[in-house]
């Protein structure tokens, strides 16, 4: 594997641009592993949110029955061929694996899904970590995934878990990968998604589980704080990110992490929106995470808003020399 390189080395590399260099960290979404020489040829600092249900979709079956018929060998092979190709085209740049969320909704029609539940509501229903601890089967391989994947030298992956609501789903997870010779936090940096009012507003419980860091995933945030369904288009143009409550969480969420030393970054579709970046970079976030067509912009508007900071600091001569 190739030695680290220094932050803003890799931009001119992929890209030949001129190089801007951010205190905050430029982040890349990706949904798909197809996309990952692409997204790192943006010549982001890394992966802020690498999504794990199209590694399961693309297979066409559902997870359960690979893990039935096949063996729990061919369930960690398909998430690590999925992590492995994202991790190979970043390295040794971090890429942030999200746990499986999985809506009963969308695995309804993978083979095999027949069983899934049918939900009322699925956005309130059985997804994220709360189903990744009711089916343990399948957060394991996840787990097994990364061990194996470390084991063949990728020491660049994160973990993080999706849709936490209580303290005690951090601890839950923690103890599995445990079980499996995995110490997340030392091993492998861990952290959560804070993507429900309840995670926002107990942070500082979360926080006290022992976790490296926190994203914000407002996509989910939004709709749980002002009560929108984001897939229901009735009331798709009540959606707003930028409602005053949404604001209120995240900077709590920020400037309470900060306190802890955890760090913070963003990657919900707020992330990619310049209005919303300025705000996030004036909290005080470490990392903002975009979708890939929006990195350039995104890494222009940090720029322009951290230096706007410092000749603000300057002029109202809070910035001392010696
Ligand atoms: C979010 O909720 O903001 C998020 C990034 O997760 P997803 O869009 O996959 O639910
Ligand atoms: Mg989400």
């Not at 391989?141 to 990728?154: D, F, N, P, T």
């Not at 995995?182 to 940096?189: F, H, I, T, W, Y």
Request: include cysteine; charge should be neutral; glycine fraction near 8%.
């Amino acid at each position: 594997k190739k030695e680290k390189i220094e932050r803003g080395e890799d931009i001119q590399i992929s890209t030949g641009a001129p190089v801007i260099i951010t205190a905050t960290e430029i982040m890349v979404n990706v949904s798909m592993p197809e996309v990952a020489e692409r997204a790192a040829a943006t010549g982001a600092d890394g992966v802020g949110l690498l999504r794990a249900e199209h590694m399961i979709l693309g297979t066409g079956v559902h997870p359960i029955k690979i893990l039935k018929e096949k063996g729990e060998e061919a369930l960690v092979e398909v998430f690590a061929e999925g992590i492995r190709k994202v991790a190979d085209a970043f390295y040794p740049r971090p890429v942030t694996y999200r746990t499986l969320d999985a809506p009963t909704d969308e695995f309804r029609g993978l083979e095999g899904g027949e069983d899934e539940p049918v939900e009322q509501n699925p956005m309130l229903g059985w997804r994220g970590i709360r189903r990744g601890l009711d089916e343990k089967e399948i957060l394991k391989c996840e787990l097994l995934a990364i061990k194996k994947l470390r084991s063949e030298g990728y020491k660049n992956i994160r973990i993080m878990i999706p849709l936490v609501t209580n303290p005690s789903e951090v601890r839950k997870v923690k103890e599995l990968a445990r079980e499996i010779g995995l110490e997340l936090g030392k091993d492998v940096e861990f952290g959560v998604m804070v993507e429900t009012p309840a995670a926002a507003l107990i942070i500082e419980d979360i926080i006290k589980e022992g976790i490296d860091f926190v994203s914000l995933g407002t996509n989910d945030l939004t709709q749980y704080t002002i009560a929108i369904d984001r897939n229901n288009e009735l009331v798709a143009k009540y959606y707003r990110e930028n409602h005053p409550a949404v604001l209120k969480l995240i900077e709590h969420v920020i400037r309470t992490c900060k306190k802890y030393g955890v760090k913070t970054s963003i990657c919900g579709q707020a992330g990619s929106r310049p209005s919303m970046v300025e705000k996030l970079v004036r909290w005080g976030i470490d990392s903002i995470s975009a979708n890939i067509d929006a990195i350039d912009t995104i890494r222009k508007t940090v720029a322009r808003t951290e230096q706007r900071i410092i000749l603000e600091t300057i002029r109202d001569k809070k910035f001392k020399m010696d």
